[in-house]
């Protein structure tokens, strides 16, 4: 009888599974993404197609177009999993529910935060962020993004429970995501300004390492919650 | 007969209703343990409570003689739970989500792989493990719930209405595998509303009765 096992066994299923899960729903994965692009694409038609001035704008812009996304699609995290008895699995197998919300929320990045990274170099032309800034904003992105799907799965662990949780998450996980917004400006904004941005960055770094290591307890934790009735 | 699971002074409330008024149960490996009462009366929350998923009581649990809280990963090792909802996703294949559900339990690979082939095979999926579960019958994706029973040795069987959606055939085989786990010294705690046909003596607890 295997009471202990490798630890990484379980984790590595799980990733697995959630991103077969996407391939096989490929709509799901497109939608944050749609989002993205759509909502970016509109401001230059609200706010005027003056190159300045959009310049001006365009870090916040995608950054808080980026946060919308995460926070859209964090939503769906659990709530699959909890419907179809999936959850309840998880929390009585025995390998750690840890390493399993690890692995939930690394496929969630792969399947949000990696591709809004690939894209926004994509936005920054649009939005006609100057070219100095495009490297930074992805570093930025990429490691920013990494700590609002740990967020996200934070609020949506303990609201998965609840039947209608959509207006509780925005409102547990926004405020949390603000720190994240203003270092992820901060690095885009640096490197426009011809500085150097490594300073936010490793803020940025930092607030990842944080995420990954202690988010994960309260998303476990918040699952226990949800799934205990 | 071994001690396996042990409840004292158990009690659960649910909307100022008790539910579960100072049970003391004990099962022993080769028991079969089946819940009855009638709706709402509070099955499936004991069954909960039991495996852990509940923590909404008071009174203890012990597994082997040890306070659960202690012996929670060995006790989830030696467990398998089947609820009302069957954790089988629908865009997966029944062989796709057993391997999860293997790997979940430590087996992986070729191990893992051939048990679930033999898992599928023992629960009439012989032929469906490649089709995604969405194009199943209920009664099969119910099948394919099943089959984890068969995915590694566990002491201990929480089954909450096991026969849903299964057909005549499958409700004999499926107590033919209870009696079978049962005589070879696994214990069972079960609901049904469906008379059990059981090769095998049965206790019976009864919920909200009076």
């Given at each position: 009888?295997?009471?202990?096992?490798?630890?990484?066994?379980?984790?590595?299923?799980?990733?697995?599974?959630?991103?077969?899960?996407?391939?096989?729903?490929?709509?799901?994965?497109?939608?944050?993404?749609?989002?993205?692009?759509?909502?970016c694409?509109?401001?230059?038609?609200?706010?005027?197609?003056?190159?300045?001035?959009l310049?001006?704008l365009?870090?916040?812009?995608?950054?808080v177009?980026?946060?919308?996304a995460?926070?859209?699609?964090s939503?769906t995290?659990?709530?699959?999993?909890?419907d179809?008895?999936?959850?309840?699995?998880?929390l009585?197998?025995?390998?750690?529910?840890?390493?399993q919300?690890?692995?939930?929320?690394?496929?969630?990045?792969?399947?949000?935060?990696?591709?809004?990274?690939?894209?926004s170099p994509?936005?920054?032309?649009?939005?006609?962020?100057?070219?100095?800034?495009?490297?930074?904003?992805?570093?930025?992105?990429?490691?920013?993004t990494?700590?609002?799907?740990?967020?996200?799965?934070?609020?949506?662990?303990?609201?998965v429970?609840?039947r209608?949780?959509?207006?509780l998450?925005?409102l547990?996980?926004?405020?949390?995501?603000?720190?994240?917004?203003?270092?992820?400006?901060?690095?885009?904004?640096?490197?426009?300004?011809?500085?150097?941005?490594?300073?936010?960055?490793?803020?940025?770094?930092?607030l990842?390492?944080l995420a990954?290591?202690?988010?994960?307890l309260?998303?476990?934790?918040?699952?226990?919650?949800?799934?205990?009735? | 007969?071994?001690?396996?699971?042990?409840?004292v002074?158990?009690?659960c409330?649910?909307?100022?209703?008790?539910?579960?008024?100072?049970?003391?149960?004990?099962?022993?490996?080769?028991q079969?343990h089946?819940?009855?009462?009638?709706?709402?009366?509070?099955k499936?929350?004991?069954?909960?409570?039991?495996?852990?998923?509940?923590?909404?009581y008071?009174?203890?649990?012990?597994?082997?003689?040890?306070?659960?809280?202690?012996?929670?990963?060995?006790?989830?090792?030696?467990?398998?739970?089947?609820g009302?909802?069957?954790?089988?996703?629908?865009?997966?294949?029944?062989?796709?989500?057993?391997?999860?559900?293997?790997?979940?339990?430590?087996?992986?690979?070729?191990?893992?792989q051939?048990?679930?082939?033999?898992?599928?095979?023992?629960?009439?999926?012989?032929?469906?493990e490649?089709?995604?579960?969405?194009?199943l019958?209920?009664?099969?994706?119910r099948?394919?719930?099943?089959?984890?029973?068969?995915?590694g040795?566990?002491?201990?069987?929480?089954?909450?209405?096991?026969?849903?959606?299964?057909?005549?055939?499958?409700?004999?085989?499926?107590?033919?595998?209870?009696a079978?786990?049962?005589?070879?010294?696994?214990?069972?705690?079960?609901?049904?509303h469906?008379?059990?046909?059981?090769?095998?003596?049965?206790?019976?607890?009864l919920?909200?009765?009076?």
């Amino acid at each position: 009888m295997a009471a202990y096992q490798p630890v990484g066994i379980g984790f590595v299923a799980t990733l697995r599974r959630d991103l077969l899960l996407a391939f096989r729903r490929r709509s799901d994965f497109f939608n944050p993404l749609a989002f993205f692009l759509i909502v970016c694409s509109l401001f230059p038609m609200g706010v005027g197609p003056d190159p300045k001035q959009l310049a001006i704008l365009a870090p916040g812009i995608m950054w808080v177009v980026a946060l919308l996304a995460c926070l859209l699609s964090s939503d769906t995290l659990f709530r699959s999993d909890f419907d179809d008895g999936s959850l309840e699995l998880m929390l009585l197998s025995p390998s750690s529910l840890y390493l399993q919300v690890l692995a939930k929320t690394l496929a969630h990045w792969l399947l949000t935060g990696f591709p809004l990274t690939i894209l926004s170099p994509l936005l920054a032309l649009l939005l006609q962020l100057p070219a100095s800034g495009t490297v930074a904003m992805m570093l930025a992105m990429a490691v920013g993004t990494a700590s609002l799907s740990f967020i996200g799965a934070i609020g949506a662990g303990l609201t998965v429970g609840l039947r209608k949780g959509g207006l509780l998450l925005s409102l547990i996980i926004l405020p949390l995501y603000v720190p994240v917004l203003i270092f992820g400006v901060g690095t885009v904004q640096a490197a426009v300004d011809g500085f150097n941005y490594l300073g936010p960055l490793a803020v940025l770094g930092a607030l990842l390492a944080l995420a990954a290591t202690l988010a994960p307890l309260a998303i476990a934790a918040g699952v226990r919650i949800s799934v205990d009735n | 007969m071994t001690l396996l699971l042990q409840t004292v002074d158990l009690c659960c409330e649910r909307d100022g209703r008790r539910l579960v008024d100072q049970l003391n149960l004990t099962v022993e490996e080769g028991q079969i343990h089946q819940i009855e009462g009638p709706n709402g009366s509070g099955k499936t929350s004991l069954l909960r409570i039991l495996s852990g998923l509940s923590s909404r009581y008071s009174g203890n649990l012990h597994w082997r003689g040890k306070a659960m809280s202690r012996v929670r990963a060995e006790y989830l090792a030696e467990l398998t739970y089947l609820g009302h909802s069957s954790g089988v996703k629908a865009v997966l294949t029944p062989r796709e989500n057993l391997m999860w559900h293997a790997a979940l339990r430590g087996l992986v690979d070729d191990t893992a792989q051939a048990l679930v082939m033999t898992a599928l095979d023992k629960v009439g999926l012989y032929g469906y493990e490649d089709a995604a579960c969405f194009t199943l019958s209920a009664g099969q994706q119910r099948r394919v719930a099943l089959a984890r029973l068969f995915l590694g040795q566990s002491a201990l069987w929480i089954l909450d209405e096991p026969f849903t959606a299964i057909d005549k055939h499958g409700v004999g085989e499926l107590e033919y595998w209870i009696a079978d786990y049962a005589k070879s010294g696994g214990a069972v705690v079960l609901t049904t509303h469906h008379e059990l046909n059981i090769d095998h003596a049965i206790q019976r607890v009864l919920l909200g009765g009076t």
